[in-house]
C-alpha cells in the first residue's frame, strides 16, 4: 500500500461518524432509546425543502453513495418521529414524556437556530461538569463571546493588540469558511451521532472553524503580547493548548464535527499564521494612517464577500462571513478615524515592554463601567440597525417582512442585514464608544 492510499485511508477512519459517537458515549452523552436508528423516507426525503427565497436545491454531489452530502441533508438530520409534527434533528416535541424516569441520566438540548428555528437533539447526559465545560468550550467560537472579548481588549486592555487580533480573526474565519464551500463535506451523520447543538447545522463540515478560531485567536494573543506585555511565557504556553484543546474537543461532543475536521482546521489554520502573521502590523499600520484607507477597506471587504457567495448556494454560512467581514471593516474604519483624531493612541516604542498596572479599585471600577457602558451602546447600535435594514432589505427586493425569521432566510435581506449592522457594531467599538469614553473622562 502506498503513502497515499495509507493517508486516505487515515483520513476516512478519522472522518467516521461512529468515532464521534463513541467519544459522546465516553462523555456521557447517548441518544434516547426512542429515537430511529436509520434515515427518513423516501417521502420524508422528498418533504424536506430548501430555504425560502432560494429555489436553487442542494443537491447531491454525484459520485458513490456516502459520497459528500450538503449540510442539513438526510444524512445529517435525525428524522421527526412518524405521527409527530416535529422537525429534523429532534425537536423537543412530548419527547420528555417518553424517556421515562432515569435517575442516573437527564435530558439535554442546547439553543436552536435563531434562522431556521432548528433545535438540538434531546440527549441523555450522564456526566454533567463535562456538558458544562464542553457548552462553555464551543461559546469561545461564537458570537456572544466576540462581542465581548474584543471589545474588552480594545477598551480596557491593548487596543494594538484588539486591532490585530480582528485581523488575524476574520482572516482565518474568511477563509475556513470560504474553504468549506469548496469541499462541500457534510457534518457527522445523525444517527450515530447526537447532534446536542444544531446551530451551525446547515454549514458544511470540513474544516471546522470553530477549531480555527479557537486556534487562531490563543496563538496570536501569545504572538502579539509577549514582549510586548511583561508576563512569564509558560503563562502562554499553558494558555494556548488549554484553549484550544477546550474548543475542539467541545465540537466533537456537540456533534458537529468528525476527528479530521478538527485536524484539519488546526492545520490549516498553523500554515494561515505561518504565511500571513509577518503582514499583521503593515495592515493594521496602513488601516491607521493612509489616506484612502476607509475606501480601500471597504471596497476589499465587500470584494470578498461577493466571491465567497459565488462559491455555493445559499446558506447561513453567509450571512456569517457577511457578519465576520462586516465587523472587520468596521473595526478597521473606526481605528481610522479613532488614530486621525487623536483619542485612542498607542504606547511609544521606548516604552516597551509595558508592565501590568497594580489593579486599584478605580481601575477596576473604570474597567467594568467601560465594558457595562460600550455593551449598551453596541446592544443598542445593533438593535437600531437591524429595525433599519432588514425593512429596507425587504422593501427594496419586495420581500414580505411580517415574520422577521422567514425574510432573513432570504439571501437578499439577511446579508445587507449582516454587513450593515456588524460593520457599524464595529464602528462604534473603535471610535463611537471610545469617543463617549473621552467625553464622560473614563478613557
Known amino acids: 500500500m502506498s503513502l497515499r492510499q495509507r493517508l ?29 436508528a436509520a434515515g427518513p423516507s423516501a417521502a420524508e426525503e422528498e418533504a424536506e425543502a430548501p430555504l425560502a427565497g432560494d429555489a436553487r436545491r442542494r443537491e447531491r454531489q454525484p ?48 439553543r436552536r437556530n435563531s434562522l431556521t428555528g432548528e433545535e438540538g437533539e434531546l440527549a441523555h447526559v450522564s456526566n454533567w461538569p463535562l456538558y458544562y465545560l464542553f457548552c462553555l ?4 467560537g461564537n458570537e456572544l463571546f466576540y462581542i465581548l472579548f474584543f471589545p474588552f481588549w480594545i477598551w480596557n486592555l491593548d487596543a494594538l493588540v484588539g486591532r490585530r487580533l480582528v485581523v488575524i480573526w476574520v482572516l482565518v474565519m474568511y477563509l475556513g469558511q470560504c474553504t ?8 457527522p451523520a445523525s444517527p450515530p451521532v447526537v447532534k446536542l447543538e444544531v446551530f451551525y447545522n446547515s454549514e458544511y463540515s470540513m474544516p471546522s472553524t470553530h477549531a480555527m478560531s479557537g486556534t487562531a ?15 512569564p511565557l509558560i503563562y ?36 494561515i499564521l505561518v504565511v500571513f502573521y509577518p503582514f499583521v502590523d503593515l495592515i493594521d499600520n496602513f488601516n491607521q494612517t493612509h489616506r484612502y484607507a476607509p475606501l480601500f477597506i471597504i471596497g476589499l471587504h465587500l470584494a470578498l464577500g461577493i466571491f465567497s457567495f459565488t462559491l455555493d448556494t445559499w446558506s447561513t454560512s453567509r450571512g456569517d462571513t457577511a457578519e465576520i467581514l ?40 473604570k474597567a467594568i463601567l467601560r465594558i457595562l457602558i460600550g455593551m449598551v451602546f453596541v446592544l443598542i447600535v445593533r438593535d437600531i440597525m437591524k429595525r433599519i435594514t432588514i425593512p429596507l432589505a425587504c422593501k427594496v427586493f419586495s ?30 467599538i473603535t471610535f463611537l464608544i471610545p469617543y463617549i469614553f473621552s467625553f464622560i473622562g473614563i478613557s
Open 217 to 231: 485567536i490563543p496563538i496570536a494573543m501569545v504572538l502579539l503580547t509577549y514582549g510586548r506585555w511583561q508576563y
Open 8 to 36: 486516505a485511508q487515515l483520513a476516512g477512519c478519522l472522518q467516521e461518524p461512529q468515532k464521534v459517537a463513541r467519544f459522546q458515549r465516553l462523555c456521557g452523552v447517548e441518544a434516547p432509546p426512542s429515537r430511529p
Open 399 to 428: 420581500i414580505p417582512c411580517d415574520d422577521v425569521r422567514n425574510a432573513r432566510q432570504h439571501m437578499e435581506v439577511e446579508l445587507p442585514y449582516r454587513y450593515i449592522t456588524y460593520g457599524m457594531v464595529g464602528f462604534s
Open 137 to 140: 468550550g464551543t461559546e469561545l
Open 236 to 271: 502562554g504556553l499553558i494558555l494556548v493548548p488549554c484553549w484550544c484543546s477546550l474548543v475542539c474537543l467541545s465540537r466533537i461532543y456537540m456533534g458537529m464535527h468528525s476527528i479530521l475536521d478538527i485536524i484539519a482546521g488546526f492545520l490549516y489554520t498553523i500554515l
Open 63 to 110: 459520485g458513490a453513495p456516502g459520497g459528500p452530502q450538503p449540510p442539513g441533508s438526510d444524512r445529517n438530520q435525525c428524522p421527526a418521529k412518524p405521527g409527530d409534527s416535529g422537525a429534523p434533528n429532534g425537536v423537543r416535541n412530548a419527547l420528555a414524556s417518553e424517556l421515562g424516569p432515569a435517575p442516573a441520566r437527564r435530558a439535554a438540548g442546547l
Open 326 to 365: 462586516g465587523s472587520g471593516a468596521g473595526i478597521a474604519c473606526g481605528s481610522h478615524v479613532t488614530y486621525n483624531m487623536g483619542l485612542m493612541l498607542d504606547p511609544s516604542l521606548d516604552m516597551l515592554p509595558l508592565a501590568t498596572p497594580p489593579i486599584t479599585v478605580t481601575l477596576f471600577g
Open 180 to 187: 468549506k464551500d469548496i469541499i462541500r463535506w457534510p457534518r
